[in-house]
């Protein structure tokens, strides 16, 4: 697939469009997994449409923090009592024996990722201990040809533990530095030295860790156009493989942490738009490709090159190159999709704890995929993977008429195609530069749980 890597900033399409919307990590998303259907009900569906031939992707969520940082929209809990893991992990064991009875069977496990959280505020020991009951259950590859990541706050990565991360598996990492300026580390209670973040960086180099990702918000206290263009020149010059540049979503009703930022600190929407808008131009500037939704990664990387022919995918874990595999999740709220199925376990750890204790099991809800969410998934899949999409693809996989199926929607891309975010070209729906920045927008024209509820509600805004 030869794709146009260009963006084009049109402000008064991104007034216009910029509503709130859904990230798409999934289709449909999780506003509408209920708790009506049964963990037996789920379970049981989820084994009889699964390819059992086909690979996994394990997500191990670990939720401890030592350090509240007031941005955090995650599902953590914060302490400073390092035993207070010992007992969640025991738990999470029993969890772990349990999916793999369910869903294992010998299936490679191509990708791994633990996510929080701070995975790192486990113990070297016990982060040896997690990894191997992970072995003992399920066929982790031992060639190092997987794609096994691990999310790193650096204040929390000795170069010890670097060293017992690469020893039990691990050849990926994401490191959390969000902003290298000082006033805005103090503003949201991260406060983490550049050296300290460089050298986690230096270490994994090191120690051949195949890919590096860095996460940055743009939007918190204190941040200026100046202050983020100066933040983006530090990292840049770290070079790490991939970088996600986030906007923050100030949303202090729901998530309790936000309540520490005070709202007068934050930069006026219109700063903003500068930040985006100067963060794309200084990365592509600096040669990453924009992979979309705000990930980019540089040219050789495995996103940009499974974009590049026509093969990246989407999850719960973001952009990913693993279309082949069922996600099985575990751990308090974590989210898996297998077979026909999505579910998600119990938010609050002691729900978590007691439902593990109790059932071996967590699942607290979940959806079904009809037909039409399997023909919408594959629709907003290939858009928001691949600024493009070819009706002809969806016809043949589906057997159905693109433009009877998607009647009502034709209205709603012709207002897209007089207004420049798509293009027409025959039959295919391709995505201009100024509409790649608005893919999520583009994406809800497909979503048929859109119009049933206020998209407004439950999801940040797509700029």
Known sequence: MSLDKTISWDLDLIKRYDLS?????????????????SETQLVESGQTTTDTSAPLSLYIHIPFCAHVCYFCACNKVITRNRKKAQPYLDTLYKEIEQVAKWYSDKRIVNQLHWGGGTPTFISDEQMAELMNKIKQEFNLLEDDSGDYSIEI??????????????????????????????????????????EQTAAVLKSARELGFKSINMDLIYGLPHQTFESFNETLDTVVAMSPDRLSVFNYAHMPDRFRSQKHINAADLPSP??????????????????????????????????????????????????????????????????????????????????????????????????????????????????????????????????????????????????????????????????????????????????????????????????
């Not at 919307?21 to 449909?28: A, V």
């Not at 490709?289 to 874990?317: C, T, W």
């Open 270 to 463: 219109e700063t903003k738009l500068a930040i985006h808008e100067s963060t794309i131009n200084k990365l592509l500037a600096a040669g990453y490709v924009y992979i979309g939704m705000d990930h980019f990664a540089k040219p050789d990387d495995e996103l940009a090159l499974a974009q590049q022919s026509g093969h990246l995918h989407r999850n719960f874990q973001g952009y990913t190159t693993h279309s082949d595999c069922d996600l099985v999740a575990m751990g308090v709220s974590a989210i898996s999709q297998i077979g026909d199925v999505y579910y998600q376990n119990e938010h609050d750890i002691t729900a978590y704890t007691n439902a593990v204790e109790t059932r071996a099991s967590a699942i607290r809800r979940g959806v079904k995929l009809s037909t039409d969410d399997h023909i919408r998934r594959a629709v907003i899949t290939q858009l928001i993977c691949h600024f493009e999409l070819d009706p002809t693809s969806i016809e043949e996989e589906f057997n159905i008429d693109f433009k009877e199926y998607f009647a009502q929607e034709q209205v709603e891309l012709q207002h897209f195609d007089k207004d420049g975010l798509i293009r027409l070209d025959g039959q295919r729906i391709i995505v201009t530069a100024a509409g790649r920045l608005l893919i999520r927008r583009i994406c809800m024209a497909f979503d048929r749980y859109i119009p049933k509820q206020q998209p407004t509600q439950g999801f940040s805004r797509i700029i």
């Open 21 to 37: 919307g859904p990230r798409y990590t999934s289709y449909p998303t999780a506003i509408q997994f209920d708790t009506w259907l």
């Open 153 to 194: 706050d650096p204040r929390e990565a000795s170069y010890e533990t670097m060293q017992t991360l690469r020893k039990v598996g691990f050849n990926r990492i994401s490191l959390g530095v969000q902003d290298v300026n000082p006033a805005v580390q103090e503003a949201v209670n991260r406060i983490q030295p550049t």
